[in-house]
């Protein structure tokens, strides 16, 4: 089992401020997903990364994944109210299925 | 269909019942996976079945766990003599290939009384 430690574990901000969540492993990934759950769903895919040292932007979120593959960070600028929920980050290195972390909660204030 | 299904939704059953889970993957994925959340936990793996595969049933906790994939399609996942700690939320998702990720369905959440 690889296991990958998320911080923080709550987060609580107001509406407008940047925030990061990392992810970090002693494991190497060949590739590292983000996915956002709200109350009552199932996760979803935010972006996959695959490259040490990738940069991927979606609107106001920015992923990065470390150069030698065992961490990543997850910046929201600005962040609304809409942007609460549970964030996973997900690492595969071998084997049938990716490993989750145990997720950081954020809530946005409006 | 147009995402993962999964039913339940809820469902409450005494301690030492059997439950059955039930999930329906989005047409043609042919990767369909379970896995279990707990509160404050992260996402379990359970079992991974893959087009004709045998399944990869590694996560499965205990031998009261079992899953079946009929046609390559809907999948059931079957708990046995139901404890306590089985409380959680048994989710489903399906695939068309680990780079492309998971579609997951919304969950079924069990608590065991």
């Known amino acids: 089992t690889q296991l990958l430690e998320q911080s923080p574990q709550f987060l609580s901000i107001q509406e407008g401020e940047n925030l990061t969540v990392y992810c970090n492993s002693s494991s190497v990934f060949s590739s590292l997903q983000w996915y956002r759950q709200e109350p009552g769903e199932g996760p979803v895919l935010l972006v996959t990364?695959?490259?040490?040292?990738e940069v991927k932007k979606l609107k106001r979120l920015t992923f990065q994944f470390g150069d030698a593959r065992k961490d990543s960070s997850l910046h929201i600028t600005a962040a609304q109210p809409g942007d609460t929920g549970l964030y996973l980050c997900?690492?595969?290195?071998?084997?049938?299925?990716?490993?989750f972390g145990t997720g950081t909660s954020l809530t946005v204030i409006p | 269909g147009a995402g993962v299904s999964q039913s339940p939704s809820n469902k409450v059953t005494e301690k030492g019942k059997d439950v059955e889970l039930r999930c329906d993957p989005i047409s043609g994925h042919t990767a369909l996976y379970w896995y279990r959340q707990s509160l404050g936990q992260g996402l379990e793996f359970l079992i991974y079945?893959?087009?004709?595969?045998?399944?990869?049933k590694s996560g499965l906790p205990s031998d009261r766990f079992s899953a079946e994939r009929t046609g390559g399609s809907v999948s059931t996942l079957t708990i046995q003599r139901t404890q306590q700690e089985d409380s959680a939320v048994y989710l489903c998702?399906?695939?068309?290939?680990?780079?492309?990720?998971?579609?997951f369905g919304s969950g079924t959440r069990l608590t065991v009384v």
């Open positions: 998702a399906s695939s068309l290939g680990l780079v492309v990720g998971y579609t």
């Open positions: 079945f893959q087009g004709n595969s045998a399944p990869d």
């Open positions: 997900a690492g595969y290195s071998t084997g049938n299925q990716f490993y």
């Open positions: 990364v695959v490259t040490g040292g």
